[in-house]
Every structure is written in C-alpha cells, then in structure tokens.
C-alpha cells in the first residue's frame, strides 16, 4: 500500500497516473460510514455495502420507528456474519431538529414570490399555504428578513428539492414567508434550518432519550451521533445520560457540529467530544458559501492534533440518483482525505439512493487514491511539533513507532492494546501502512457476573483513519510473559499474511507492553 506513495509536490509523470491501482485487502484506510434505510436494508445490500468498505452503520432516528431499525440492524448481524466483516454501530439522535409534517405525503408544489405560513398547529394539514412544524417558539426567535431552509429528506443542496424562504412578518406564533424559488416537496417530513439563529430546543430530547434508553442499551451502540451539538455542556449532559445505562458507559459521543453555535464553541466541544461529525448540509445554510472549505479544514486539523476522529458528511449528493459523482465532488473526496479527515459519512446516498453499494465503492476508491500522495512526512513533522516536548510516555512510543515504521519501510504496524488508546494514537500519526489493532479482553465483574471487554474498544477504532481491529483470544493478557506474546503475535501475522497486506521477507513494526515497559521492536518475516 505505501510502496506506490507519490508526492503531488515532486515531478511525476502524467502517465503515471492512469496506471491502474493494485486491489488491497483494505479498500482505503479513511473508513466510510454508511446510512441504512429503505434502499440499503436487506441482507444482501449490507452485505454488498460491507464488502464495498462499509466499516461503521448509522441509523438515523430522525425518521423511522425502533422497529423499523431493529430490523434493519437485524439484518446487518446476518450480513456481517456471512461477510466476516467487522461493523460499529452509531445511533444518529434527532436532536434540535425543525421539521415541517407533510400527514398526507401528498407532494407540494411552491412557486417563486408565493406567500407560505409556518404554524406551530400540527392538527393543519400542510399544502403550498400552509406549514405546520414542530416547535412552537420560531415566532419569538425569527424577525422580518430572517432566511429558513425547507428540505425534502435531508439536505440535498438542490433547488428542485428545497425552498429557501424569506420571513416577511411574524403574526402571533404564525411565520409568514415568501418563496424565493420555485421547488416540488414529497415527503412526509421535512428539515427545517433557520440560518444563525439560535432555536431554544434540548439537544437531547426525551423522544431521544427514550430511544437511546432502549434500541440503544438492547443493541450497545458503539457511537452516539449528538445532532446540532452547540456546546460542550451539551456532551457532558448526554455523557452523564449514557453513564447511567449500563454498558453505554463506553459509547462513545460524536459532536455533530451543525451551525454558528457549535462553531463558535468548537474547542471546548472538541474537548468534551470523542470524535466530531461536520455536518455540512446545515453548516453551508449557515455559513457564507466562501467559508465553508476553511472551516473545514480548521475543524479537521484541530481533530488530527487532538487525535479524536474526524469525520465529514454530504460529499457524493448527486449519487442518490446517478452512477457517477460529479468532478467537483470526486475532488471534494480527495481533498478531505488530504486535508486528513478520519471517516466520509454517507447520508441520503445509501439511505435511499439508487446505488449504495457503488457509492461506497467509488469513495472508498478515491479516498484510496488521495491517500496515496497525502504528504505523510509533512504532517508527521506538523505533528510532532504541534504535541511539543516533553511528549508523555505513551505519545512518544506511538510517533516513535511510525517513524520506525517509515524508516524501515514496513508492511503493517501490529499494536498490542486494551483500552484502543495506544492504537489510536498511532493512527494519530497517520502511518502510510494500515496499523493492526490486536485488542486484548480484560476480564470484569459487576459482583453478579463475569464478562470480557473488548468487542467495543475493536469496534470502535473502524471509525479511526489506517486502524484495523483484531479482537484477540481472552486468554492472553495485554501485559504478559514473552510465550504468550509471541503465540498472539503469531497470530495476528497469520491474519495479515491471509489478508495479503503482509508477505515474505516484510518488515513489520510492532507495538506492546512488556511488564511495565512500552516497547518497539522491528521484526524481519522469513519464507
């Protein structure tokens, strides 16, 4: 995989570049989270979606009841039994969401310049006049001049499928708004975004508690997506939430970053956060189109110094409905690779586009390419100097095992770890050779029963950019005699040479702890 790495810095030659790409076990190391609804629910489209480089599968309770998921995850354990591929779960709560409620899913048609009310009466049958929503304190938040988003499903950014309304004025709890394009809504939900305007809802609502609570605990979501995050007081509440659930204590939370609230707090919720999701559907409401590519790329160096996972969102729209992505998407793609993005999270386009499985193919394709000419030495250096001296213990293995691994040109990287967190912080260092997280059970107790940890911690690196998770056999402790060591470390090489990212005569880097010793050490493979 790191043997072809081209810097686009250097000369090469044009020709070079159409040279077909070598398959590899591993699709790409920026790992792809993928949406599951009417068009990707099956056994057989999982499984398809899963071999195409599906690592993490989101399911988005913004619409859809708990049965209606329960048996979409159903069939995703099905598929990755038979696919013997590892797959996180991630819980997408619906959060401060505005959403108009079409009862009838009769389309509506708007047309430039007409007048529509927005009424917190949800007994009103919505039409082309009419909005009925959600929340009944738009009125005291919005003033005259103020721009609302409507849009079909979720954002699509195309104007045949989404109104933008201007507020003309605001009559008790009604909102009167004139259409500024002409546009078809079907449907029986909307989204609604009030650009920069702060809408007084919980983060977490008790619809979302209630799910979490239940579909959550019965399935043990590795990730909780928190939607429209604005603070880190909004982490740390949700955190206290999941405390209290049992073995939700090790979820991990994802701050969706959605608007100019959460902007505004972005290192604290960075802080607070174990991974952030940049939601660009609703971030390009709200920002000046001329600044979203800059907070992108702020947000996702801030993650990558911070080494917490960055993952984001809307890249391939026009994939809902077409075979192919546009060239300015494919080269949207590339550029958050590049720019050192963990995850591409895929909305609308498995949700219900024509061809999942081919979007996660393609992206996993292109993300593939790009990593190719990522300028590895450069961020390695960026990295360094960014974590600074004296580098805690821990943090000075990780970038010392990278360095090795470069210098040595090796294979893979084979780190020993229980909690993931040595592990992830090797990935931090964005190695150009995947990196093999061996997670090792521990044995625990609630003083009723015995259990092992571990399926979370290897479930959870799949959303981590060039980490690959092993859960190893329970009966070898992470710190351990050299015998058992070795024996697991036999097997951890017996699966990379299985899955060919390791052959003869490699050189592989490996990563454990040796009584109260963290080492590095170098090891050649014979014949």
Same mark, same amino acid.
């Not at 494919?330 to 498995?350: F, K, P, R, S, Y």
């Given at each position: ?22 398959? $590899? ?9 993928? =949406?599951?609804?009417?068009?990707? #629910?099956? %056994? ?10 599906? $690592? ?13 998921? #329960? ?17 996180? %779960?991630?819980?997408?709560? /619906? ?23 927005? =009424?917190? @009466?949800?007994?009103?049958? +919505?039409? $082309? ?17 103020? =721009? ?7 954002? =699509? ?15 008790? !709890? ?54 429209? *995050?604005?603070?880190? !007081? ?51 409401? @709200? ?28 890249? /391939? ?25 963990? +995850? ?23 993300? +593939? ?17 960014? %974590? ?41 260092? #964005?190695? *150009? ?5 061996? /997670? ?37 402790? +992470? ?26 005569? @490699?050189?592989? /880097? ?18």
């Amino acid at each position: 995989m790191h043997s072809s790495h081209l810097l686009l810095e250097e000369p090469i030659r044009m020709a070079s570049i159409l040279e077909p790409s070598k398959a $590899s076990f591993f699709p790409a190391m920026t790992k792809i989270v993928g =949406t599951l609804g009417p068009k990707s #629910r099956t %056994v057989e489209v999982i499984s398809g979606c899963l071999k195409a480089g599906m $690592s993490v599968a989101r399911f988005d309770f913004s619409w859809g009841d708990a049965q209606y998921h #329960r048996e979409t995850l159903e069939n995703l354990k099905v598929a990755v039994k038979s696919t013997k591929k590892l797959c996180a %779960v991630m819980l997408d709560t /619906v959060g401060a969401e505005l959403q108009v409620v079409n009862k009838s899913e009769k389309p509506i048609s708007l047309q430039a310049d007409g007048i529509v009310i927005l =009424t917190p @009466d949800q007994g009103q049958e +919505a039409s $082309s006049e009419l909005f009925p929503i959600n929340f009944d304190g738009l009125s005291k938040a919005v003033k005259k001049g103020d =721009t609302i988003f409507v849009g079909q499903y979720l954002f =699509t950014g195309s104007e045949t499928t989404s109104v933008w309304l201007e507020v003309s004025e605001v009559k008790g !709890e009604d909102v009167v708004c004139v259409i500024k394009n002409s546009a078809t809504l079907a449907g029986s939900l909307f989204t609604l975004h009030a650009s920069q305007i702060r809408i007084d809802l919980p983060t977490l609502s008790d619809k979302d508690k209630q799910v979490i609570s239940s579909w959550g605990v019965q399935n043990k979501i590795d990730f909780l997506s928190l939607s429209y *995050t604005r603070h880190a !007081e909004d982490v740390r509440e949700a955190r206290e939430f999941l405390s209290k659930l049992g073995d939700l204590n090790q979820t991990q939370i994802f701050a969706k970053i959605e608007n100019i609230e959460g902007l505004n707090h972005f290192d604290e919720i960075l802080q607070a956060a174990d991974g952030i999701i940049l939601s660009r559907g609703n971030l390009g409401i @709200d920002l000046p189109p001329e600044k979203v590519f800059l907070f992108q790329k702020a947000a996702v160096y801030k993650c990558n110094m911070a080494g917490k996972p960055a993952v984001v969102t809307r890249v /391939v729209d026009s994939m809902t409905d077409n075979l192919r992505p546009t060239r300015a998407e494919a080269t949207d793609v590339a550029n958050a690779v590049l720019d050192g993005t963990d +995850a591409i999270l895929l909305g609308a386009e498995t949700l219900r586009g024509l061809y999942p499985v081919e979007t996660i193919s393609i992206v996993g394709k292109i993300c +593939a390419e790009a990593e190719k000419v990522f300028n590895q030495d450069l961020y390695f250096k960026k990295t360094n100097k960014y %974590v600074g001296e004296p580098m805690t213990h821990l943090e000075s293995i990780a970038s010392s095992a990278v360095r090795a691994a470069i210098k040595v040109k090796a294979s893979v990287i084979i780190c020993f770890t229980s909690s993931g967190r040595a592990a992830r912080l090797i990935a931090k260092y #964005r190695p *150009t050779m995947p990196v093999l997280s061996v /997670v090792i059970p521990r044995l625990k107790t609630n003083q009723l029963k015995w259990s092992f940890s571990g399926a979370f911690e290897a479930r959870q690196s799949l959303i981590v950019r060039g980490l690959f998770p092993m859960l190893a056999d329970p009966r070898h402790p +992470a710190e351990s005699t050299s015998a058992t060591n070795e024996s697991i470390l036999k097997v951890a090489l017996d699966h990379g040479k299985t899955s060919g990212i390791i052959k003869s005569h @490699d050189r592989v /880097v490996v990563c454990q702890k040796v009584g109260d010793a963290s080492v590095v050490k170098i090891i050649e493979l014979e014949d």
